[in-house]
């Protein structure tokens, strides 16, 4: 291109010009398009010199590429130009189309800013379209954009003298600016690549890390030594279990295929079913019996972690089941130890108390209408005209001192019959007994004998009453016997049957020993404390007592 005359173009150059624009297009990577695109101008275009000036993030110039002088390649590739001052050069000089020529007469005052650039050696121009060492001619490249406006500026091609020593004329400026069009398209195409490279790259490292993360979860899950279970969360099959590890399997006594027909709700105790719904809704731990295969049940530790999909919302339950039934035994013998008499297994005087105070609320039995009245307006509106609430001799319903009306907290009052008359009211009866000779059993057979007599009127005050009935040691050779749903009548007739029952001979180490009971009946009512309701028993106890010859207190 450096020989033809304006405006005659040899057919071979326009070979040449789309030889090194095709190029352009085949590079590998940016790196090599940038260098193709420097090549192209000093091999295609007939010029000496070219650089590629690449727009980086943050706005400034790099001299990407070089072509036409290795000197000139090692001194100034990779050097930066501010975009303050490319902006500057791209605004001064000649307009050659897109293209921008700043001619040595103003480019003097270029010389000492910080855009990277060189100066080739040479005679002064004779002629007027003769170039000058110090001239300078841009190329700005841009974005391909709509409606042939341009886009966004992405480099600056810069090209230093043409090889016939002359400014380019019509043809040279049209064949630059198309170059610097087609190096725009090929730079914005390679750095595509680039970007989907690294976007493919980062997507096959995130892949891999999401396999090898699935798979430790796997692992995890499988071989877990304590159970795991993945579980559908919403929608119809709420709860449904998805997949088990065989931790789980061995604790359930099921397998694997079996369990997925089930849902916990399936799997746990009936009065169970409501922690497991608020642990399931909540995620969160609870404490809960699970069926064995075997129609047992074992008590776990399950703990819900909520997997949530981030399109989605949450989608699964991940739940962990540890069996904790060792240390439920453990829990319930000391409990059990706590609440029980170690000789005879019987309730002790704590449990006694206990089960007595959770049927006494502090409103008495019966009240004149206006004091009635007025304990309704003291414990709430609410309880006035309550519809569980009616008047008559028949329990009634109340939320005593419980605080806000609670429909699933009711207290069903405790109501005694009349002290002189058998009025035909059942109420709780509250039977004392203390054992008459059973001092004299203990001195003259030593504490052995006297345990082995204490174990067995245990057993027989407890095959005397019915369940749900209690039966408990007091203390020493005393005993109480509380029974719901009893008449005045009843009571004295269970207390006869468990006289009874205990006078008959008790066999020790081959020796029949005898022990006489007294027996004396309370009645708990709401307004009396369990403290009150004993004290009274034990009263009528001591009454009876003394009420018999001291000779009639023992059966032999």
């Not at 002189?420 to 004392?432: I, P, S």
Request: charged share 25%.
């Amino acid at each position: 291109m450096d020989t033809e005359s304006e405006p005659y173009v040899r057919l071979a150059s326009l070979r040449q010009l789309h030889q090194v624009m095709a190029d352009m297009n085949t590079a590998r990577s940016l790196a090599d398009t940038l260098q193709t695109v420097a090549d192209g101008i000093v091999g295609g275009l007939g010029y000496e010199l070219a650089a590629v000036n690449l727009v980086r993030q943050d706005g400034d110039l790099v001299v990407a590429a070089f072509a036409g002088n290795s000197a000139a390649e090692s001194l100034i590739t990779g050097r930066v130009g501010s975009r303050a001052s490319w902006d500057r050069r791209l605004n001064m000089g000649e307009t050659w189309g897109d293209l921008r020529f700043i001619p040595h007469t103003e480019g003097w005052v270029l010389d000492e800013d910080d855009v990277p650039q060189w100066h080739t050696d040479g005679p002064e121009p004779r002629f007027e379209d003769e170039w000058h060492p110090a001239d300078r001619l841009l190329a700005p490249m841009y974005t391909p954009s709509v409606q042939g406006s341009c886009g966004e500026l992405i480099g600056v091609i810069s090209v230093d003298r043409p090889r016939n020593g002359r400014r380019p004329g019509a043809w040279g400026r049209e064949a630059l600016q198309m170059y610097a069009f087609q190096a725009a398209i090929a730079i914005s195409n390679a750095r595509l690549r680039a970007n989907m490279q690294r976007a493919l790259v980062r997507l096959e490292r995130e892949q891999q890390a999401l396999r090898a993360s699935e798979e430790s979860f796997r692992q995890a899950f499988e071989y877990a030594p304590s159970g795991m279970a993945i579980a559908e969360m919403g929608g119809d099959q709420h709860g449904r279990i998805l997949r088990t590890n065989d931790a789980l399997c061995r604790l359930l006594g099921r397998p694997a295929s079996a369990m997925r027909r089930y849902s916990f709700s399936d799997l746990v105790h009936p009065e169970d079913i409501g922690t497991l719904l608020r642990t399931s809704a909540e995620g969160g731990r609870a404490e809960l019996r699970l069926g064995r295969r075997d129609g047992t049940y074992v008590w776990v530790s399950l703990r819900n972690s909520v997997v949530a999909d981030a399109a989605d919302g949450p989608r699964f339950l991940l739940t962990h089941v540890e069996d904790i039934e060792e240390r439920k035994r453990r829990e319930l013998q000391l409990a059990h130890r706590a609440s029980h008499d170690s000789l005879t297994g019987l309730p002790n005087s704590a449990e006694l108390r206990s089960r007595l105070s959770a049927r006494l609320c502090q409103r008495p039995q019966s009240l004149p209408s206006g004091a009635a009245d007025a304990l309704d307006a003291a414990y709430g509106d609410h309880a006035a005209g309550h519809p569980a609430a009616f008047d008559g001799a028949g329990p009634t319903f109340d939320v005593h001192s419980r605080g806000p009306y609670d429909a699933f907290d009711h207290h069903v009052h405790t109501v005694a019959p009349e002290v002189d008359t058998d009025d035909g009211t059942k109420g709780l009866a509250v039977l004392f007994c203390d054992l008459d000779g059973f001092k004299s059993i203990n001195d003259r057979f030593g504490h052995n004998a006297g345990d082995a007599v204490l174990i067995e009127v245990a057993r027989r005050l407890s095959r005397g009453v019915r369940d749900g009935d209690t039966v408990a040691r007091l203390g020493g050779d005393e005993f109480v016997v509380l029974a719901n749903g009893l008449g005045k009548a009843d009571a004295q007739d269970l207390a006869v049957r468990l006289r009874n029952e205990i006078i008959q001979p008790i066999r020790v180490d081959g020796r029949a020993m005898r022990v006489g009971a007294s027996f004396g009946i309370g009645w708990a009512h709401c307004g009396m404390t369990a403290d009150e309701v004993l004290k009274s028993a034990d009263e009528r106890m001591y009454v009876e007592k003394r009420s018999r010859p001291k000779q009639h207190r023992r059966a032999g």
